[in-house]
């Protein structure tokens, strides 16, 4: 009995994962398809006319791309935005309305310019024009989502090796995610 309540448990937590997901992905592609880029920005999802400061190679061969807004005379400032370290960013350039260029996550930012992590693979080169304008769209975090669906799998998998009516408590272990939300505890007080 004990078991088939932790496995409901996990099996509704999984559930509503994807239902959260899945609307996480729904209104960012709206965003994108109805609300103009001038009101994205104003609501801090997107950083408009950018241009490539400076490139560099990170960590594990990441190409690192620092961008900032396209000056006029003075050292200019971003606009008030929401972005964060980690937040995952599509790249486009400013010219073509749609076509992505890349995705990438961003390793710092700053009031004056964001730094981009892009992945450098054999088979994806990117080209990045000092003199082009270029934006950022702040997208769905797939991160988060993994670091939650990750323990709640190993949970599920774990449910048919544990004694039928013992009293344990299921913690998710620290080093498989970093999310207030997958704290993740179960008692079983019924115990004879």
Same mark, same amino acid.
């Given at each position: 009995m004990a078991s088939a309540a932790v496995e409901?448990?996990?099996?509704? *937590? @999984?559930?509503?994962?994807? &239902?959260? #997901?899945?609307?996480?992905v729904e209104e960012r592609r709206s965003?994108?398809?109805?609300?103009?880029?001038?009101?994205?920005?104003s609501r801090?999802?997107?950083?408009?006319?950018?241009?490539?400061?400076?490139?560099r190679t990170g960590l594990y061969g990441r190409l690192l791309v620092t961008f900032e807004p396209r000056r006029c005379g003075s050292v200019a400032a971003l606009p008030s935005n929401s972005f964060t370290s980690g937040d995952i960013v599509g790249l486009y350039?400013?010219?073509?309305?749609?076509? *992505? @260029?890349?995705?990438?996550? &961003?390793? #710092?930012?700053?009031?004056?310019s964001v730094t981009v992590a892009f992945d450098e693979s054999h088979d994806f080169q990117l080209s990045?024009?000092?003199e082009n304008s270029y934006r950022l769209l702040k997208l769905a975090n797939d991160v988060t989502y993994r670091r939650l669906k990750k323990p709640a799998d190993i949970l599920q998998h774990l449910l048919?090796?544990?004694?039928?009516?013992?009293?344990?408590?299921?913690?998710?272990a620290e080093r498989t995610c970093h999310h207030?939300?997958?704290?993740?505890?179960?008692e079983n007080h019924n115990c004879g």
């Open positions: 409901s448990f996990v099996t509704k *937590q @999984l559930d509503l994962l994807e &239902l959260e #997901r899945d609307a996480e965003w994108q398809e109805n609300i103009s880029l001038k009101e994205l920005q801090g999802v997107c950083l408009l006319k950018l241009q490539v400061s400076s490139q350039d400013a010219a073509n309305e749609s076509s *992505q @260029l890349a995705t990438g996550i &961003l390793t #710092r930012v700053t009031q004056k990045l024009d000092r048919g090796c544990l004694p039928e009516r013992s009293g344990f408590i299921c913690a998710v207030p939300r997958t704290s993740w505890h179960w």
